[in-house]
């Protein structure tokens, strides 16, 4: 169990680190990237202490209820959790006022108990209700108390949030899912605090980490669209034979770009994708290559495989004839260029183009209805 223990401490610690270092790179390009970058790696720093406390120890510890080092924990987690989304649609609500008038309940919390702490002031074990009720007046169960309430106030704030926020703008619904899987995650851990079990502590770093790689991974995908296709390049000649077989032998690399120019240049010269029933297999055919060799060449020069590569050329030759006049009216001769409905028209060339066919249309000054 300790060994378990440890790697999923060590996991969760290692993914919020990774995903503060990559939100960091993002935040010189954009400064609502910036608290997120920042909360990623406390949360980081708090499991990389956890993972040297576990380490440190001979075997698991039995925390009874309500431990310290748990509400600590919850009180400070519950904060940032709040105040985490907001840097991706209000990033102006984050000053530094606002945030220590926000934060000034939990410091002063923590700094009670690490004052307590140095004056040698005895720990309170808590194991069943009865001990809670004999021990209920003293200072700190009394803090503790405090804690568990302070937390909840944030955690119902975490609840809100959403709600406020989208009354001023309008809210992604990945966001409102993520606030909210958020605030699930701290009533769990409330529970596990109130009833300390290590399997559920575990449970709970694991959908802690998974929520929060949740929102990284939406938070990439815009840069992922945003990364181009490799630019359609005029093959006038084939490579030979002979410098196809030299390649194959010398070099692997040239072997994967002569094979990529075969296919530009049958893509280019007999335009066999304008056929909506062109597949990979045709393509193989034509080319003289078996599927493994032909996706390989694609992935060496950019493309993710052989549909991406037919509708990047289908999405190619429907912009050429709309710029010469050839095609006028889209939404009836798309299947000139190779496709089988209008919808998958609409929905490929947004994908590669990053914008709509009507709004690309309109850039262009090309007539469209």
């Given amino acids: 169990m300790k060994t378990l223990s440890l790697l999923i401490i060590e996991f969760a610690a290692t993914a919020h680190f990774m995903m503060s270092i990559v939100l960091f ?9 910036l608290p997120q970058a920042w909360i990623m790696l406390i949360f980081a720093l708090m499991y990389g202490i956890a993972t040297g406390y576990f380490a440190g120890r001979s075997q698991l510890p039995e925390a009874g209820m309500l431990h310290p080092v748990m509400l600590l924990y919850l009180v400070a987690s519950s904060f940032l959790q709040t105040v985490q989304p907001l840097g991706l649609c209000l990033p102006g609500y984050l000053q530094w006022q606002r945030m220590w008038k926000y934060a000034s309940p939990a410091l002063l919390l923590i ?29 700190d169960v009394l803090l503790r108390c405090l804690s568990l ?34 605030g699930c995650t701290a009533v769990f851990f409330i529970v596990v605090t109130i009833r300390f079990s290590m399997p559920m ?21 815009p840069g992922v669209q945003a990364i181009s296709y490799p630019a359609i390049k005029p093959v006038k ?71 991406e590569y037919i509708g990047r050329y289908r999405v190619n030759e429907l912009k050429q004839l709309l ?11 798309f299947v ?6 209008y919808k998958t028209t609409l929905l490929t060339f947004e994908r590669y183009e990053g914008v709509s066919l009507e709004v690309w249309m309109q850039h262009k000054g090309l007539p469209h209805t």
Avoid at 208 to 217: A, D, E, K, S
Avoid at 263 to 271: A, C, D, L, R, T
């Fill in 237 to 307: 000649t084939p490579p030979s034979p002979a410098e196809m077989s030299q390649s194959e032998l010398n070099d692997f690399n040239e072997a994967n770009l002569h094979r990529f120019e075969m296919m530009e240049y049958v893509m280019q010269k007999e335009k066999p994708f304008t056929d909506n029933q062109f597949n990979r297999d045709r393509l193989c055919r034509l080319c003289g290559f078996n599927r493994h060799v032909m996706l390989q060449s694609l992935r060496s020069q950019g493309y993710n495989d052989i549909h």
């Fill in 336 to 341: 000139r260029v190779g496709f089988r409905t």
């Fill in 111 to 139: 700094f009670l108990y690490i004052i307590g702490t140095l004056m040698g002031s005895p720990l309170t074990h808590l194991h069943a209700a009865e001990d809670f009720a004999a021990h209920l007046l003293s200072g």
């Fill in 149 to 182: 309430f302070l937390s909840a106030y944030y955690i119902i704030n975490l609840f809100r949030l959403p709600h406020n926020l989208v009354r001023r703008f309008i809210l992604p619904p990945y966001l409102r899912a993520y606030v909210t899987a958020l």
């Fill in 323 to 333: 710029k010469t006049g050839e095609m006028t009216a889209p939404q009836r001769e």
């Fill in 201 to 221: 502590l575990l449970c709970y770093v694991l959908l802690f980490t998974g929520v929060n790689l949740f929102l990284f991974i939406r938070l990439l995908r």
């Fill in 25 to 33: 790179v993002f935040s010189r390009r954009s400064v609502v990237f």
